[in-house]
């Protein structure tokens, strides 16, 4: 790695992300407060989810402009939260040609399965770039909440924190204040040879819409998490899920349209979607719901985009009372034996246990 | 163990040819208690004159219900009991207690019993015990079927666990898979239809190419589950 080329570039970045820098760009175009969060109904909470379209910024006004430009359409629909993309956080990293460039040579690398070079460039964003990102970052998205009063789920972000590498998700209220942290749970084994590290814990935010969780990337292909969300009282949860760059229909089904289904929850999905350098981003945004909570279609999709390649903000309202789903006789059963041979199970990883080996049994 | 040929088929109908795991489809809850004794008789020689393994109808025993295995000498190799119950039965039926994986030459079998398949949990015990082929025998009633049995069933049940899911019901007759495995990216080998026959093959070696496929107990948070594990098993 050409060090000097990238500290210098490091440097001229600080400059351009400095936190009044933000704050000039948020008084030069400044955004109407909503008053859709004075008043909140549970039968009537209006939510919104970005389907957001990758595009190079050429400066940090440009990144926070198009940032207002979508918060600024759901606010017009009536929007009392609005979801982001995974990795949003990252963007504007590529304000800086140098970054850019950088970055299309972490695909490239990460394409390739040249773990080693990764590792060098993430250890560099680790030293140089990840306190100044996430700064703007944290800025950025509180005071797109502040501003527009709004809940503003600011997507995801890489962090280095306490000399781990994290991925970490915010939920901002309206006044600018985080209400909900968040760090990514299961990790591909990608993200685990780069050296992310798991979170190890679950927060839920009580906010005025209901009790929200976060669950990012592959947290919400998993069913544990949304079980741990539900039990502990969820309603909402919020599932950046990873850029993909195949659009399958069935594969997102394995999601959180899944959870929704197992756990009686609302999920919002927000995408990114076009193309960077030769990658192609897409994917629908949508917000799901139980197949009983969605009184028309019936079919577990409050809304979805109908294209895969092109920005918009979807928005839909929803009603927590359809949560309260009618018992289902083939699915409500409980087994105290069974959940504590379970609950062992999972107390024991990640030794394999033996006794949790396949056998063949005794002829009865 | 590389591959294993399945059939469904009306009870005591001759297997397809090939098959090594035959599995009874019969429309009824479960084997009435009088026809018992007599049907498990006729089920073993099955096994034994096709020589085949064979899984058939469910059964009820000292209130439990249950589906067995018997191998190609007609012997009854395994039992699972169903460890949940549907509602309308709670009364009536107990449960057994631990889910048992059974290693045979026809893959590492779950013997999935009727509402079960509807508890993921039930379905990640299996897969961290090991299984591979789980064989879903369930009863759904007429009024109560839609699409929603199928996908939070045996269709998750691939999806989530990264294993072959063979669905047989009153209502339809189905192979699950992980999706990456499927030729049109359904997540079914074989499409669920209101039929009594089905004849598959299924290649374990595949099952490493999906997502949840190999062992799963390396891709969960271990820190994570042993924080919350009461949670998670708790209904």
């Known amino acids: 790695m050409k060090q000097l080329k990238y500290r210098s570039a490091?440097?001229?970045?600080?400059?351009?992300?400095?936190?009044?820098?933000?704050?000039?760009?948020?008084?030069?175009?400044?955004?109407?407060?909503?008053?859709?969060?004075?008043?909140?109904?549970?039968?009537?909470?209006?939510?919104?989810?970005?389907?957001?379209?990758?595009?190079?910024?050429?400066?940090?006004s440009e990144w926070i402009a198009h940032l207002q430009d979508l918060v600024t359409e759901a606010q017009e629909n009536g929007a009392?939260?609005?979801?982001f993309p995974e990795y949003v956080g990252l963007l504007p990293l590529l304000i800086s040609p140098t970054f850019r460039e950088l970055a299309e040579d972490f695909f490239d690398a990460l394409e390739e399965n040249k773990v080693?070079?990764?590792?060098?460039?993430?250890s560099f964003f680790n030293e140089q770039l990840s306190e100044l990102l996430f700064s703007c970052y944290y800025n950025t998205f509180a005071l797109l909440a502040n501003r527009s009063r709004l809940y503003i789920h600011a997507g995801s972000t890489l962090l280095f924190d306490h000399g781990k590498l994290q991925e970490r998700c915010f939920l901002f209220g309206p006044d600018g204040e985080a209400v909900l942290e968040q760090d990514k749970l299961f990790l591909s084994k990608t993200e685990k040879a780069l050296g992310i590290c798991p979170g190890s814990e679950l927060e839920l935010s009580d906010t005025a819409l209901g009790r929200v969780a976060i669950l990012p990337g592959a947290d919400s292909s998993y069913f544990e998490p949304a079980k741990i969300a539900y039990q502990l009282g969820a309603q909402i949860v919020l599932c950046p899920v990873s850029p993909i760059q195949q659009d399958n229909e069935v594969a997102e089904r394995c999601g959180p349209w899944m959870r929704?289904?197992?756990?009686?929850?609302?999920a919002l999905v927000p995408r990114f979607v076009g193309n960077w350098d030769?990658?192609?981003?897409?994917?629908?945004?949508?917000?799901?719901?139980?197949?009983?909570?969605?009184?028309?279609?019936?079919?577990?999709?409050?809304?979805?985009?109908?294209?895969?390649?092109?920005?918009?903000?979807?928005?839909?309202?929803?009603?927590l009372d359809y949560l309260d789903l009618p018992v289902d006789l083939y699915a409500s059963d409980s087994n105290p034996d069974f959940s504590r041979q379970l609950a062992a199970a999972y107390s024991a990883f990640p030794q394999p246990m033996e006794h949790l080996e396949p056998q063949v049994q005794e002829d009865e | 163990m590389a591959r294993t040929v399945v059939c469904v088929t009306e009870a005591f109908q001759k297997p397809k040819t090939l098959s090594d795991l035959v599995i009874f489809s019969d429309p009824r809850p479960q084997i009435p208690a009088g026809d018992l004794s007599p049907y498990m008789k006729y089920c073993s020689m099955y096994a034994k004159e096709h020589k085949v393994w064979l899984v058939p109808h469910r059964f009820v025993?000292?209130?439990k219900l249950y589906l067995c295995l018997f191998d190609p000498n007609g012997s009854v190799v395994a039992h699972q009991g169903s460890l949940h119950r549907h509602l309308s039965s709670q009364s009536k039926m107990d449960t057994d207690h631990s889910v048992h994986v059974i290693q045979t030459p026809v893959g590492n079998l779950f013997l999935c019993v009727d509402t079960d398949i509807y508890y993921p949990e039930v379905l990640r015990l299996a897969k961290l015990k090991g299984a591979d082929l789980v064989i879903s025998s369930q009863y759904i009633n007429a009024y109560d079927f839609k699409p929603k049995r199928?996908?939070?069933?045996?269709?998750?049940?691939a999806q989530q666990q990264g294993l072959y899911v063979v669905g047989c019901s009153n209502a339809f007759s189905a192979v699950a898979a992980p999706w990456e495995l499927t030729p049109d990216g359904t997540g079914f080998l074989v499409q669920p239809e209101f039929t009594q026959h089905l004849f598959c093959k299924l290649y374990f070696n595949k099952l490493e190419r999906s997502a949840m496929g190999g062992k799963l107990a390396e891709q969960l948070n271990p820190e994570l589950c042993k924080r919350y594990a009461a949670i998670i098993s708790q209904r």
């Open chain 1, 260 to 266: 929704c289904q197992e756990q009686a929850l609302y």
């Open chain 2, 61 to 63: 025993v000292d209130n």
């Open chain 1, 278 to 319: 030769h990658f192609r981003f897409c994917g629908k945004a949508a917000i799901f719901a139980p197949y009983e909570a969605t009184r028309s279609s019936k079919n577990g999709i409050v809304v979805q985009c109908a294209q895969n390649d092109s920005e918009a903000v979807l928005f839909s309202r929803v009603n």
């Open chain 1, 116 to 122: 080693d070079l990764c590792r060098e460039i993430l």
């Open chain 2, 150 to 157: 199928i996908t939070t069933g045996i269709w998750n049940a």
């Open chain 1, 10 to 60: 490091a440097f001229l970045l600080s400059n351009k992300l400095d936190p009044s820098a933000i704050e000039r760009v948020f008084r030069s175009r400044p955004m109407k407060p909503s008053a859709e969060l004075n008043y909140v109904n549970k039968s009537n909470i209006k939510l919104a989810v970005v389907q957001m379209q990758l595009r190079p910024y050429r400066s940090l």
């Open chain 1, 80 to 83: 009392q939260l609005v979801s």
